[in-house]
């Protein structure tokens, strides 16, 4: 016999509040514009957004806890899930937080550099492509993303033909990178980016001066510098509020203090000058891979730091020396144990600061990590942001966030 | 007999531990003569520190828990307007206390400082949210996933869990496998307690293979046709010819010799 689900049948999204005459409109967490599984909680009053309730937690997997139970090698692959869009950022800055906490950064090779910093800028491409695809998907320029999603295809190509994952990499080891580039690989990244410039041109051809762009993004989600200040965002969100403030160039890290690049900035505070800058960004991001590849030749054969405590010896080393051997076998099944202490490094990954926290007691288990998720405060800013403007706003706003909902739950 | 476990830190041990070893430290450098030099000065003025040190180019003050808003509003009027990260760390099986940290940030001076602070398992903190908005969610997952109660919190609510959940998940007291009522959350939640028996555990198991349920599953080794009753007899496949496998029955005159000589 069929049973009752104690699920009654209502209307989920719709709840009339006859007093005060506001409906509740709930937004989520299935919607196509959501950008994952973001629920709004939004009290309308006709078609103004009175107060707006983000409701998150949809996808906590519980990652921080997974880090405290892991070896720290285990969890690399791990944090590909967070940032899926760019998951070498997220590599990037827990293996950074680590080697930092080992006191190892200056060892890594310079070649590992490179590769990285090349890695991490082409994952920026990824990003902002995919950024502006989904965000002129929502707002309703269709033509945009299948022309985005064929640039960023080939910057996927890349990076499968790199390290044989299209989205979820793992290409960053703590220590350096594990493989060298394919012969031919620079190449292949010299044609993609000669023709990246041409394809962000018709990009800003179909938008920039477009009339129903320009009327849906500017003066919409005008975030003021206090208030971004305020809610700790970072990024293009804090930038695009007129604060000059840019990881890669304030704290630098790898290899950005030796590279020649800007950093935009805009005070429109609203979508529109957010817009601009991902544009700039990916331009500049081509600017700096340009100069990576140059820098490439100069470097020598290593790839992985040379700390045989922490770090596995090379794999001539563990076939040959016996002792390279009986060091890795316990880094394998034991771990590293990094010194006590704690760090909290911070990274400018495609959607702000993604900094790691990390608690050692000498255990191959971290103590305790803190993943800093960008995201995670562009999406409460919704809560400050969103009220007074038309619902029709609402998936323009949370388009220019760029949030992305592995990182916020994680 | 099974070997007694800790139940306030289920955290994962290493299984060997050399009884001799020293974990070496993270270097933490003397302010005097740092950048920090006058900002530590400023505080140590007006509030009780009680250990102050650099750890990797970043200052770390302990604080008192009580003064936690006076001096993060001290830190913030000397530039330190960014609390990028805020949260604690479970420290209740070795000294029954959490730790507190707020991870500030002065953009103008290039410059983070951690705040730290201890406050026993049954105490509550203070809330910075007056000073940054973004403390707002922080201390909210704060007090989801350890319990830590946040005084004058405008809307003290758990973020990530929900809300009827039972137990706060990044103490280190709470189980990695997941409780019963975290097993059957679902079900109970939906249809009631009472139908755990019908629909059953939860399979997980990529690989699982039921032998009962013929509708989803072939039987590996002895198939039966689709839906068909679980209890029913398989059919039986006739037993091949040990000389000839394959072939249901071998006749060399019906056969045919193909060339030899492949």
């Known amino acids: ?410 | 007999m099974r070997p007694y476990r800790p139940k306030d830190n289920v955290q994962k041990k290493s299984y060997y531990t050399d009884r001799f070893w020293v974990a070496p430290r993270v270097p933490e450098e003397p302010v005097e003569d740092g950048i920090f030099k006058e900002d530590l000065a400023s505080i140590k003025k007006a509030f009780k520190i009680k250990r102050a040190y650099i750890q990797r180019g970043q200052l770390v003050i302990i604080i008192e828990a009580k003064d936690n808003v006076d001096v993060l509003r001290h830190l913030k009027e000397r530039g330190y307007d960014v609390l990028s990260e805020m949260s604690a760390i479970d420290y209740l099986a070795k000294d029954g206390e959490f730790e507190i940290f707020y991870q500030l940030l002065a953009m103008s001076k290039r410059r983070r400082i951690r705040v730290k602070c201890r406050i026993k398992e049954n105490e509550a903190i203070e809330s910075v949210e007056c000073l940054f908005r973004s403390a707002d969610w922080s201390e909210r997952e704060m007090y989801d996933m350890f319990g830590i109660k946040v005084n004058n919190h405008p809307y003290l609510k758990r973020i990530l869990m929900p809300e009827d959940w039972v137990g706060h998940p990044l103490r280190k007291s709470y189980p990695l496998h997941g409780d019963e009522a975290a097993q059957w959350y679902e079900v109970d939640k939906i249809f009631g307690k009472e139908y755990r028996d019908i629909i059953g555990p939860e399979q997980r198991d990529p690989a699982y293979v039921s032998t009962k349920d013929t509708c989803n599953f072939a039987r590996i080794t002895h198939p039966v046709p689709k839906c068909a009753d679980p209890n029913s007899e398989p059919e039986r496949i006739e037993v091949f010819n040990d000389d000839a496998p394959l072939v249901e029955t071998f006749d060399l005159k019906k056969s045919k010799i193909v060339d030899k000589t492949r």
């Not at chain 1, 959501?34 to 009290?43: F, K, S, T, V």
């Not at chain 1, 910093?117 to 989904?134: G, Q």
């Open chain 1, 1 to 410: 016999m069929q049973q009752r689900n104690r699920l009654e049948p209502y209307f989920e999204n719709l709840v009339f509040e006859r007093e005060d005459n506001k409906m509740v409109v709930n937004f989520g967490p299935q919607h196509p514009s959501a950008h994952g599984q973001l629920r709004l909680i939004l009290e309308m009053d006709g078609e103004q957004i009175a107060k707006a309730v983000p409701d998150i937690g949809y996808l906590h997997r519980g990652m921080e806890k997974m880090g405290e139970n892991m070896i720290y090698n285990e969890f690399l692959p791990t944090t590909d899930r967070m940032d899926y869009i760019a998951a070498t950022a997220n590599n990037y800055a827990f293996a950074l937080a680590v080697e930092r906490l080992l006191g190892i950064e200056d060892k890594v090779p310079r070649r590992a550099k490179v590769i990285r910093t090349i890695l991490l800028e082409l994952n920026r491409i990824i990003s902002h492509l995919f950024w502006l695809a989904t965000h002129a998907l929502d707002v309703g320029a269709m033509s945009v993303f299948l022309y985005c999603f064929r640039e960023r295809e080939y910057a996927m190509d890349l990076m499968e033909e790199y390290c044989g994952a299209r989205l979820t990499h793992s290409a960053v080891r703590i220590g350096g990178v594990p493989l060298d580039l394919p012969d031919g690989w620079l190449e292949h990244l010299n044609w993609f980016l000669n023709n990246l410039p041409e394809q962000i041109k018709l990009y800003e051809g179909l938008l920039t001066e477009n009339r129903i762009w320009r009327m849906r993004l500017e003066e919409v989600g005008v975030v003021p510098p206090e208030m971004a200040k305020s809610w700790a965002c970072s990024g293009i969100m804090l930038r695009g509020s007129g604060i000059e403030y840019d990881i890669r160039k304030e704290e630098p890290y790898e290899l950005y203090d030796e590279l020649d690049f800007d950093i935009p900035v805009s005070d429109r505070c609203d979508s529109y000058g957010r817009y601009l800058l991902y544009m700039e960004e990916m331009r500049q991001s081509i600017r700096i891979i340009r100069q990576l590849i140059a820098m490439y030749k100069d470097t020598g054969p290593e790839l992985m730091a040379h700390a045989p405590e922490y770090i596995s010896a090379p794999k001539e080393d563990i076939m040959t020396q016996n002792y390279s051997l009986m060091e890795h076998f316990v880094l394998v099944t034991q771990g590293m144990r990094p010194p006590v202490g704690e760090v909290y490094v911070p990274t400018e990954s495609p959607k702000g600061e993604l900094g790691f926290f990390i608690r050692s007691e000498g255990e191959p288990y971290a103590y305790r990590m803190k993943i800093r998720a960008p995201s995670f405060w562009h999406t409460g800013i919704l809560q400050d942001l969103l009220p007074g403007h038309y619902l029709a706003d609402v998936v323009t706003i949370i388009g220019s966030t760029n949030i992305v909902f592995g990182e916020i739950d994680r």
